[in-house]
Each structure stands twice: as structure tokens, then as C-alpha cells.
């Protein structure tokens, strides 16, 4: 079982930055895969970043590339989502998700554990 809390959520404006930390139970944090997910009201949940157990290899959405970075410090249990450069259409709950496969999946379906989420709210 693996538990997930969130945070860094909040409001700024257009241009601004956030980072967002993942904060998870277990004690094979370090054999995890992270993802973060995001959902904006009225649409479905999206996949936003993803980060494989080592930390060696990450994915992002076409819609955030350039902007946002994900990272883990697994010594701490910690995965981070820094994002720059934010648009209102970033606007949404941000989730992190977590699974014991070695890859990263793409999609909700693949992720076995999910934090409770924050709300990121870019203003224009």
C-alpha cells in the first residue's frame, strides 16, 4: 500500500511558477514509478509527467514540454512537478499517481495509487 499526499498547489498568475511536491509512504518509494495527472472541471483526467523508478527516464505531455519538469529524491520518498512558464489553460486539480511497473504508463489506468490532489489556479 502506498499512500500519496500533495502539495504546492495555488494561484499565480500567467508567466509564474509552482512547484509541486509528491510525498509518498511507501518504503519501496525507490522501485516506484510517479506520475502526475491533472484534471480542469468538466474534462478528464490527463496525464501530465511521468518519472521511472531510477529516475533515469521521463515523459511529459506535448502540452507542457519545455515547461514543466518532473524529478524524485528518493532518499526523501519526494517526487516534484516544477512548472514554469504557466498558462491559464494549466488550470486544473494536479494529482501524483504511482505504480510498481517499470515503465511509465500514460495513462490513469496504469497507476495503482493516487494522492488526494492540489488545485493549481493560473490566473490571466
Known amino acids: 500500500q502506498v499512500q500519496l499526499v500533495e502539495s504546492g498547489g495555488g494561484l499565480v498568475q500567467a508567466g509564474g511558477s509552482l512547484n509541486l511536491s509528491c510525498a509518498a509512504s511507501a518504503r519501496t518509494f525507490s522501485r516506484t514509478t510517479m506520475g502526475w495527472f491533472r484534471q480542469a472541471p468538466g474534462k478528464e483526467r490527463e496525464f501530465v509527467a511521468a518519472?521511472?523508478?531510477?529516475?533515469?527516464?521521463?515523459y511529459y505531455a506535448d502540452s507542457v514540454k519545455g515547461r514543466f519538469t518532473i524529478s524524485r529524491d528518493n532518499a526523501k520518498n519526494t517526487a516534484y512537478l516544477q512548472m514554469n512558464s504557466l498558462k491559464p489553460e494549466d488550470t486544473a486539480v494536479y494529482y501524483c499517481a504511482a505504480t510498481q511497473l517499470s515503465f511509465a504508463p500514460r495513462t490513469a489506468g496504469g497507476y495503482d495509487y493516487w494522492g488526494q490532489g492540489t488545485q493549481v489556479t493560473v490566473s490571466s
Open positions: 518519472i521511472t523508478w531510477s529516475g533515469g527516464s521521463t
